[in-house]
């Protein structure tokens, strides 16, 4: 659309030869174009038995959501799923085949970009935990909530997916007294293979070591997080 104003532009609402009366801001022409597609690149993959305790998932996080699939040995039929579902188990994806050998189980959206993505599991768990660190040096620790009707007293505003956060914060705080520069290959990290502590590098020359509670006790978190 081409609107012309000013003296001799003729046509105009006023008359022959007058200049236009348009509002100004309704000459502009403003477009608001979004998707709705979901993230397809993938950052991180973990694999770990999150869902449960001999399951075979695979953790992948894409852009600001981590997934979580499971590989099934016989096909999953369409009555099968939607009793898993009546019963509070992890919905699939209405763009999952019933029949996929993959399935994706569980999407939680996350608030920031995934730099780190490690199972772990503790000694007095079944299931496998998340550790996740962020592009903005905030960390969290996250599980499954297997236990049956854990969240029936909670609306889906209060709690929609059954995540548990055990741990949280920012990770910068750990290297407040270190007047080293950042890592060039951004923040790194290890889990020790006994469950004994995590290891991260965030800064040039430094590691800092994170110990875990070998009698954290996992029924004493009374509620899930959103991721």
Do not use: W
Request: hydrophobic residues 30%; glycine residues 12%.
């Amino acid at each position: 659309m081409r609107i012309t104003t000013g003296p001799g532009s003729g046509g105009g609402s006023n008359g022959p030869g007058g200049g236009s009366s348009i509002d100004p801001n309704r000459a502009e022409a403003a477009h608001y174009v979004v998707t709705n597609h979901d993230p397809g690149s993938v950052l991180l993959t973990a694999r770990c038995s999150f869902l449960g305790s001999d399951t075979k998932d695979l953790a992948i996080a894409k852009a600001r959501r981590l997934e979580i699939r499971q590989l099934t040995s016989q096909q999953r039929q369409p009555q099968q799923t939607q009793q898993d579902q009546s019963e509070g188990e992890p919905k699939s994806s209405p763009s999952s085949s019933s029949s996929s050998p993959f399935p994706l189980l569980l999407s939680v959206p996350l608030n920031g970009r995934l730099t780190n993505l490690l199972p772990l599991r503790p000694p007095s768990s079944t299931t496998d935990y998340l550790f996740l660190t962020t592009d903005r040096k905030q960390f969290a620790i996250i599980s499954y909530d297997t236990t049956p009707n854990h969240h029936a007293s909670l609306t889906a505003s209060d709690c929609p997916y059954k995540i548990l956060t055990h741990s949280h914060g920012p990770l910068a705080d750990y290297g407040a007294s270190i007047l080293g520069r950042e890592a060039e290959a951004g923040c790194l990290a290890a889990v020790d293979p006994g469950g004994r502590c995590i290891a991260v590098h965030l800064y040039d020359g430094f590691v800092t070591v994170l110990p875990l509670n070998s009698n954290y006790d996992p029924s004493a978190v009374g509620g899930g997080g959103g991721g």
